[in-house]
C-alpha cells in the first residue's frame, strides 16, 4: 500500500536550490525534462492532457455519490477509488478526503499534499507506471467516460468576490455612460475596484439560468417599473480559488498570495445591465448580479498553469508598495466566447486572452486582505470581464453592442443587442503548450424565461384571485 505523509510529500520536492518557475511546485521547474505522456489517448487538442490533471467533483447514474475525480483526455479519473484502493493516499491515517462532496479538506490539507497528489496521479497515468495500467479492474473502475459523468460544484464557497481588473473594459464601460475622456474614475489605477458578491447564486456549468426580475426606470419615465430585465448580459471571466485562508487581522503580502490560491476557473458573471444602472449608485451592484454566476467544473492548479506566465501590462503610476509584486504576474490564456441561439448554429463572438488583465490575483489577493479581512479555503475571486483593445475581443455585450447601439450579426440573420431566452452561451480557454494544451472545458449556461409574472403588471401593483 502507497502511504505518503507530510513528511514524504516533503521530501518529494525538489532539493535546495532547484529553480522554480513564480507559482512553484515540481511541474513548475525550469530544466528540460522529457514531456510525460499518458498511457490513455488524449489528442493534441484535447484540454485535459497529463500536463493538466485538473480537480473536479462528479458523480454518476451508476455511482449517484459526488466524489473527487481528475480529468484526463476523455476520461474522469476516479480519485476516491484509487483512495479506496490504497494507491492514493494524502489524508492523516484512517481518514480519506476524495470521497467527499466538495474538494475543501483536500484543499485544506495545504499546498504541499496538493501537489504531491497531483504528481502521484501524474505517475499513475504516465505510460511507463504499471500500478494502473496493468490493473484492469482498477482501471474499468477508476476510469469513468466523462459522457457519463455529472459535474458538480467543485468547492463549497463561503465567500466570493468580483473584481473589476480589465483595463480596456473599464474604459470602455466607462466611455459610454460617463466622460470617454475621463472613462475611469480616479481610483481604478490605483487599486484593483472589487464588490463582494452573493456565494449562495454561484452555480456549475451547465446549470439553466432564469431572466431576472427587478426594478428598471426607461430613460423618459419618472419612475421604475417591475419587469424582467430586457439587458440581460454575460461577462467573460476567470477566477481563483483560495486554498489558504488568512486570519482576521493578518493581510497577505502580494509575494506571498500566490501561495495561497489553489487553482482557477472560468466564470461567468451574468449581469442584467438595466437593473443595475438604477440599483448601482451609491454603493454598487445587488440584485442586478445575485441571481446567477457560473463556473466551470475543473479547477486547474496553478502548477498546470506555471510554464504559461507572462508579464502584465504596464503600470502607470506604479502602485503602491503593497501591491508591487515580484516576477511575471500575468497569464497567457487564450479566451472564447460562443453564443447559441434558440435553434441555430453556434457562433464565437468573442475572442481575448487573460494577459490584458492590468490587476493580478496576487495583487487581488493582497488588496482584498490588506485591512484585515480573513479568506477561508473555497472563497472565489472573480477577475472581473476580460476585454481586449478591440470590438472581436470584447468580453461582454453590453461592449460587443455598444449598449444597443451596434446589435451583433449573427449566423442565419439574426441580431443581438442583449441576450434572448433560448440562447446559450459557451465560454471556454486554454494555455497553448508545445504540442498540448492546458485548458478549463467549459462554462456554459441556457436562458430560461423569467419567472411567471402574472401577479405583477408594469405599475408594480399585485393583481389576480386575492389580489
Given at each position: 500500500?502507497?502511504?505518503?505523509?507530510?513528511?514524504?510529500a516533503?521530501a518529494?520536492?525538489?532539493?535546495?536550490?532547484?529553480?522554480?518557475?513564480?507559482?512553484?511546485?515540481?511541474a513548475?521547474?525550469m530544466?528540460?525534462?522529457?514531456?510525460?505522456?499518458?498511457?490513455?489517448?488524449?489528442?493534441?487538442?484535447?484540454?485535459?492532457?497529463?500536463?493538466?490533471?485538473?480537480?473536479?467533483?462528479?458523480?454518476?447514474?451508476?455511482?449517484?455519490r459526488?466524489?473527487?475525480?481528475?480529468?484526463?483526455?476523455?476520461?474522469?479519473?476516479?480519485?476516491?477509488a484509487?483512495?479506496?484502493?490504497?494507491?492514493?493516499?494524502?489524508a492523516?491515517?484512517?481518514?480519506?478526503?476524495?470521497d467527499?462532496?466538495?474538494?475543501n479538506?483536500?484543499i485544506?490539507?495545504?499546498r504541499?499534499?496538493?501537489?504531491?497528489?497531483?504528481?502521484?496521479?501524474g505517475?499513475?497515468?504516465?505510460e511507463d507506471?504499471?500500478d494502473?495500467?496493468d490493473?484492469?479492474?482498477?482501471?474499468?473502475?477508476?476510469?469513468?467516460?466523462?459522457?457519463?459523468?455529472?459535474?458538480?460544484?467543485?468547492?463549497?464557497?463561503?465567500?466570493?468576490?468580483?473584481?473589476?481588473?480589465?483595463?480596456?473594459?473599464?474604459?470602455?464601460?466607462?466611455?459610454?455612460?460617463?466622460?470617454?475622456?475621463?472613462?475611469?474614475?480616479?481610483?481604478w489605477r490605483?487599486?484593483?475596484?472589487?464588490?463582494?458578491?452573493?456565494?449562495?447564486s454561484?452555480?456549475?456549468?451547465?446549470?439553466?439560468?432564469?431572466?431576472p426580475?427587478g426594478?428598471?426606470?426607461m430613460?423618459?419615465?419618472?419612475?421604475?417599473?417591475?419587469?424582467?430585465?430586457?439587458?440581460?448580459?454575460?461577462?467573460?471571466?476567470?477566477?481563483?480559488?483560495?486554498?489558504?485562508?488568512?486570519?482576521?487581522?493578518?493581510p497577505?503580502?502580494?509575494?506571498?498570495?500566490?501561495?495561497h490560491?489553489?487553482?482557477?476557473?472560468?466564470?461567468?458573471?451574468?449581469?442584467?445591465?438595466?437593473?443595475q444602472?438604477?440599483?448601482?449608485?451609491?454603493?454598487?451592484p445587488f440584485?442586478?448580479?445575485?441571481?446567477?454566476?457560473?463556473?466551470?467544473?475543473?479547477?486547474?492548479?496553478?502548477?498546470?498553469?506555471?510554464?504559461?506566465?507572462?508579464?502584465?501590462?504596464?503600470?502607470?503610476?506604479h502602485?503602491?508598495?503593497?501591491?508591487?509584486?515580484?516576477?511575471?504576474?500575468?497569464?497567457?490564456?487564450?479566451?472564447?466566447?460562443?453564443?447559441?441561439?434558440?435553434?441555430?448554429?453556434?457562433?464565437?463572438?468573442?475572442?481575448?486572452?487573460?494577459?490584458h488583465?492590468?490587476?493580478?490575483?496576487?495583487?487581488?489577493?493582497a488588496?482584498?486582505?490588506?485591512?484585515g479581512?480573513?479568506?477561508r479555503v473555497?472563497?472565489?475571486?472573480?477577475?472581473?470581464?476580460?476585454?481586449g483593445?478591440?470590438?472581436?475581443s470584447?468580453?461582454?455585450?453590453?461592449?460587443?453592442?455598444?449598449?444597443?447601439t451596434?446589435?451583433?450579426?449573427?449566423?442565419?440573420?439574426?441580431?443581438?443587442?442583449?441576450l434572448?431566452d433560448?440562447?446559450?452561451?459557451?465560454?471556454?480557454?486554454?494555455c497553448?503548450?508545445?504540442?498540448?494544451?492546458?485548458?478549463?472545458?467549459?462554462?456554459?449556461?441556457?436562458?430560461?424565461?423569467?419567472?411567471?409574472?402574472?401577479?405583477?403588471?408594469p405599475?408594480?401593483?399585485?393583481?389576480?384571485?386575492?389580489?
Amino acid at each position: 500500500m502507497w502511504t505518503p505523509t507530510l513528511a514524504a510529500a516533503a521530501a518529494a520536492l525538489p532539493p535546495e536550490g532547484a529553480q522554480f518557475a513564480p507559482w512553484g511546485g515540481p511541474a513548475a521547474l525550469m530544466i528540460a525534462q522529457p514531456r510525460p505522456s499518458a498511457f490513455i489517448e488524449v489528442a493534441p487538442d484535447s484540454h485535459f492532457p497529463i500536463q493538466n490533471l485538473p480537480f473536479g467533483i462528479f458523480s454518476t447514474i451508476a455511482d449517484p455519490r459526488p466524489r473527487a475525480g481528475v480529468a484526463i483526455g476523455e476520461l474522469v479519473l476516479d480519485l476516491a477509488a484509487l483512495e479506496e484502493a490504497g494507491l492514493l493516499t494524502v489524508a492523516p491515517a484512517g481518514s480519506r478526503v476524495f470521497d467527499r462532496d466538495t474538494l475543501n479538506g483536500f484543499i485544506a490539507l495545504g499546498r504541499p499534499l496538493w501537489t504531491h497528489a497531483r504528481s502521484r496521479v501524474g505517475d499513475l497515468l504516465n505510460e511507463d507506471h504499471p500500478d494502473l495500467r496493468d490493473n484492469a479492474g482498477l482501471r474499468a473502475r477508476a476510469l469513468v467516460p466523462m459522457r457519463e459523468a455529472r459535474m458538480h460544484l467543485p468547492v463549497a464557497i463561503g465567500g466570493y468576490t468580483d473584481f473589476y481588473s480589465s483595463k480596456e473594459h473599464a474604459t470602455n464601460v466607462g466611455s459610454m455612460f460617463r466622460d470617454p475622456k475621463n472613462a475611469l474614475l480616479p481610483n481604478w489605477r490605483h487599486l484593483p475596484v472589487a464588490y463582494n458578491g452573493r456565494a449562495s447564486s454561484v452555480v456549475v456549468s451547465g446549470t439553466p439560468i432564469r431572466r431576472p426580475r427587478g426594478q428598471l426606470k426607461m430613460p423618459d419615465a419618472e419612475e421604475p417599473i417591475f419587469a424582467p430585465t430586457r439587458k440581460l448580459d454575460f461577462e467573460l471571466e476567470t477566477a481563483f480559488i483560495v486554498g489558504e485562508g488568512n486570519a482576521l487581522g493578518e493581510p497577505i503580502a502580494v509575494d506571498d498570495a500566490e501561495r495561497h490560491i489553489f487553482g482557477l476557473v472560468l466564470m461567468n458573471d451574468w449581469s442584467a445591465r438595466d437593473i443595475q444602472q438604477w440599483e448601482y449608485v451609491p454603493l454598487g451592484p445587488f440584485n442586478a448580479k445575485t441571481f446567477a454566476t457560473s463556473v466551470s467544473p475543473w479547477i486547474v492548479t496553478l502548477d498546470a498553469l506555471s510554464p504559461f506566465r507572462v508579464a502584465g501590462p504596464v503600470q502607470d503610476p506604479h502602485p503602491l508598495p503593497y501591491l508591487v509584486q515580484t516576477g511575471a504576474g500575468g497569464l497567457d490564456l487564450q479566451l472564447e466566447v460562443a453564443l447559441a441561439s434558440s435553434g441555430r448554429t453556434r457562433a464565437t463572438i468573442s475572442r481575448t486572452n487573460a494577459r490584458h488583465l492590468y490587476w493580478s490575483m496576487a495583487q487581488q489577493l493582497a488588496h482584498h486582505t490588506v485591512s484585515g479581512c480573513n479568506t477561508r479555503v473555497g472563497d472565489l475571486m472573480g477577475s472581473g470581464t476580460i476585454s481586449g483593445s478591440t470590438p472581436d475581443s470584447f468580453g461582454s455585450l453590453l461592449e460587443i453592442a455598444w449598449n444597443g447601439t451596434r446589435p451583433l450579426a449573427l449566423p442565419g440573420g439574426a441580431m443581438r443587442s442583449f441576450l434572448e431566452d433560448g440562447d446559450e452561451v459557451i465560454m471556454t480557454g486554454w494555455c497553448q503548450g508545445d504540442g498540448y494544451r492546458v485548458g478549463f472545458g467549459e462554462v456554459r449556461g441556457e436562458i430560461l424565461p423569467s419567472p411567471d409574472s402574472r401577479r405583477a403588471n408594469p405599475t408594480g401593483r399585485t393583481t389576480g384571485a386575492g389580489g
